[in-house]
C-alpha cells in the first residue's frame, strides 16, 4: 500500500523557517517525480513545487520561487520542502503528492501557521 | 500558466441523482505524446484530495464505475451517475500536461 507522511509542520512567526518532510513506502520512490500542494484554510488547492524523480528537474510556482526549497533522499525514501522568510499567506495545510503528471497518491498533510 | 476553470461552484444534488460538472482549460491538454493529462480529484470533508479519474477517462483502481470522465483539447467533464452519500465533498480538476501544474477552483457538491 502505497503511504506518504508528511511532518514538521508547526506555529512560526514571519520572516523563520521551517522544513518539511515526506516520508514514503508502498512504491519505488526514487522512480517518481513528487509535488508539494499546500491549501490556505477554506480555499483550493495550489501547486507549489515539483522534483524529478533524480532530482534532476525542480520546477516552483511564483509565489515561493527563491524562498521555498524542494529536495529528496532517495535513500531515505524521503522528501523535503525547506521554506524560509515564511509569510502570513504561507499559513495552509501542505500535501506531497506522487507522480509527475498524475498525482495519483497523497498524505494526510502537515499544517503550517505563520502568524506573530 | 494553465487557467482551469470549474462549473458549478456548488451544486446541489438528491441520493440518486446524476450530475455532472464543467472543467475548461485555457489552453489544449494534448501533451506531444498524444496523451491528455487532465484529472478529477475528490476532497472529502475532513480528508486529503483522492484521484477518481486520470488522463480524462481512466477510473482509477478501486473508485466507483457510477464516475466517468470525457472531453479532449481544452474542454473535460465529470460525470456522476447516481450520487450516493459518499459521493459529497469538493471536486478539482487538476492538469499534468504544462508547468507550472494547475487545478481548478473546485465544485462544492452537497445535498439538497
Known amino acids: 500500500e502505497v503511504q506518504l507522511v508528511e511532518s514538521g509542520g508547526g506555529l512560526v512567526k514571519p520572516g523563520s523557517s521551517l522544513k518539511l518532510s515526506c516520508v514514503a513506502s508502498?512504491?519505488?520512490?526514487?522512480?517518481?517525480?513528487m509535488h508539494w500542494i499546500r491549501q490556505a484554510p477554506k480555499k483550493g488547492l495550489e501547486w507549489i513545487a515539483l522534483?524529478?524523480?533524480?532530482?534532476?528537474?525542480?520546477y516552483y510556482a511564483d509565489s515561493v520561487k527563491g524562498r521555498f526549497t524542494i529536495s529528496r533522499d532517495n535513500s531515505k525514501n524521503t522528501l523535503y520542502l525547506e521554506m524560509n522568510s515564511l509569510r502570513s499567506e504561507d499559513t495552509a495545510m501542505y500535501y506531497c503528492?506522487?507522480?509527475?503528471?498524475?498525482?495519483?497518491?497523497w498524505g494526510q498533510g502537515a499544517s503550517v501557521t505563520v502568524s506573530s | 500558466d494553465v487557467v482551469l476553470t470549474q462549473t458549478p461552484p456548488t451544486l446541489s444534488a438528491t441520493i440518486g441523482q446524476s450530475v455532472s460538472i464543467s472543467c475548461r482549460s485555457s489552453q489544449s491538454l494534448l501533451h506531444s505524446n498524444g496523451n491528455t493529462y487532465l484529472h478529477w480529484l475528490l476532497q472529502r470533508p475532513g480528508q486529503s484530495p483522492q484521484l477518481l479519474i486520470y488522463s480524462v477517462s481512466r477510473l482509477e483502481s478501486g473508485v466507483p464505475n457510477r464516475f466517468s470522465g470525457s472531453g479532449s483539447g481544452t474542454d473535460f467533464t465529470l460525470k456522476i451517475s447516481g450520487v450516493e452519500a459518499e459521493d459529497l465533498g469538493v471536486y478539482y480538476c487538476?492538469?499534468?500536461?504544462?508547468?507550472?501544474?494547475?487545478f481548478g477552483g473546485g465544485t462544492k457538491l452537497e445535498l439538497k
Open positions: 508502498g512504491f519505488t520512490f526514487s522512480s517518481y517525480g
Open positions: 522534483i524529478y524523480y533524480d532530482s534532476s528537474n525542480k
Open positions: 487538476v492538469q499534468g500536461t504544462h508547468a507550472p501544474r494547475t
Open positions: 503528492a506522487k507522480g509527475l503528471r498524475v498525482m495519483d497518491a
